[in-house]
């Protein structure tokens, strides 16, 4: 464990070393404004009650935002919210001081303040942007939105449809339940569940997709908690061809599973009776969204990759990082140290609304997992000792990662989002390439907060 005076002066440190060598400026800027703010907004759709959301720019889901590859991005951000906020550009591998995870990266920013994010843009992928302070109700009010990169110049005319996917919890007046903001029973069982699905921002939108050829999906789970199962209406099968933003060898699956935080490009053969896209958890068929066929003029497929942005590498030297996920209900957790001191978890529970910890200790921002040099090859080798699913996040890096979340058959892929089963152990294989204090939590948001997190300092 070490101290908040100690990760600052560690940070200071860090910032004078040049993480990636910036694009020159003839590669181009590509500029945005994002303003965070309170917006009465009724998420129930037109005509239902109204609910205080805070979006980026008055939208929910925030502005699309479209980069090309190797640009630097820049994005002024002003808040208006009244209470300090920062932006994580999820997937990224990013700048670390550009990563936006408060009081580790950057000093949070205030109510009125501005700042300015500003990085280069690695990778073609599906990215997302989202609040990373008390994330767990910034995030669920709807401080999110889709940032797209992509190989050749954005095209109006693209066949890529973003989809967007949020689980909001409504109070029988259709409003947001404000309420439960902090429920103990969602900090130790699955997070905050909801019971209202949008796609793109609505209930069951209509999503105009050509008549003919190849599509491709982005599909974005931007839950606070829920796992989303899609599947289309013929049940046909989707190629997936991406994940978290990077290519993969393209395999098909009947069901298209996302924990959150995590993406899929899928591409789909479009045609008039594609139908609809149904959510399946539970068994039932909820429909997600529908599909309206209309003629595009000109349409263009972005271009498709599938070769990896660095292949599984050489594991023989590798450092490895164990993590053992204790906690929840359920689970096998007696006591954790927390502030230095250990405690049982009745009072972590009941007095320090903590509930889950990462080799014994309750985790959080200043929670150190490991010290690697920079160039490493790491294992972090994860078991998830606990009755619960967890999503977890590597900031800064992508990792491999056998994957045992499509069916019985193992994809080898990358990803910077792992959804595990409870009692899975699983390895996430990176090269440390990427300087800094990084990140290393679970997704859904709720257990992020009560302790499922640490940090991975690359020097
Ligand atoms: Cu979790």
């Known amino acids: 464990m070490i101290n908040r005076r100690q990760f600052l002066t560690r940070l ?70 009244e209470q300090p906020t920062t932006i994580h550009w999820h997937g990224i591998r990013n700048l670390n001081e550009m990563d936006g995870v408060p009081n580790v990266t950057q000093a949070v920013v205030e109510p009125g303040e501005q700042f300015t994010y500003s990085f280069p843009v690695r990778d073609a992928g599906t990215f997302w942007y989202h609040a990373h302070n008390r994330s767990f109700e910034q995030v669920a009010r709807g401080l999110y939105g889709p940032l797209i990169v992509t190989d050749s110049e954005p095209s109006e005319n693209s066949r890529d449809i973003v989809l967007m996917a949020d689980d909001w919890r409504l109070d029988e007046d259709w409003r947001l339940d404000e309420a439960s903001f902090g429920s103990l029973h969602d900090w130790s069982h699955g997070g905050r569940l909801g019971n209202w699905l949008t796609i793109n921002g609505e209930s069951r939108p209509e999503i105009p997709i050509p008549k003919t050829g190849f599509v491709r999906l982005r599909v974005i789970n931007a839950a606070n908690a829920r796992v989303l199962s899609f599947q289309f209406s013929r049940k046909a099968p989707m190629q997936i061809i991406a994940l978290d933003g990077a290519p993969c060898v393209p395999f098909d699956t009947a069901t298209l599973r996302l924990g959150p935080a995590q993406r899929a490009d899928i591409i789909v053969q479009a045609d008039p009776d594609l139908g609809s896209l149904y959510e399946v958890t539970g068994g039932g068929n909820f429909e997600a969204a529908r599909f309206i066929s209309k003629p595009v003029s000109k349409s263009v497929l972005e271009n498709i990759s599938a070769s990896p942005w660095y292949s599984y590498p050489d594991i023989k030297d590798a450092k490895l990082i164990n993590v053992h996920m204790q906690g929840g209900a359920m689970g096998n957790l007696t006591s954790a140290e927390f502030e230095g001191e250990e405690m049982p978890i009745r009072k972590l529970a009941l007095e320090k609304q903590k509930f889950w910890a990462f080799n014994g200790q309750v985790g959080g921002y200043e929670h150190l997992l490991a010290d690697l040099n920079l160039g490493d090859t790491a294992i972090l080798r994860v078991f998830n000792d606990t009755r619960w699913e967890h999503t977890m996040h590597l900031h800064g890096h992508h990792f491999w990662v056998k994957s045992k979340e499509f069916g019985q058959e193992t994809h080898e892929v990358l990803r910077d ?14 090269i440390a390439d990427n300087p800094g204090l990084w990140l290393f939590h679970c997704h859904a948001l709720e257990h992020h907060a009560g302790g499922m997190g640490g940090v991975i300092s690359i020097s």
């Open 12 to 81: 200071s440190g860090l910032s004078i070393i040049a993480a990636f060598p910036l694009p020159t400026l003839a590669a181009g800027h590509r500029r945005y404004q994002l303003t965070a703010a309170r917006v009465e907004h009724p998420i129930g759709g037109p005509g239902k009650p109204v609910s205080p959301l805070l979006l980026y720019n008055g939208k929910s889901p925030g502005p699309k935002l479209t980069a090309r590859k190797g640009e630097i991005l820049e994005i002024d951000f002003q808040n208006r919210l």
């Open 417 to 430: 989002t792992y959804l595990m089963a409870p009692g899975e152990t699983a390895d996430l294989v990176f």
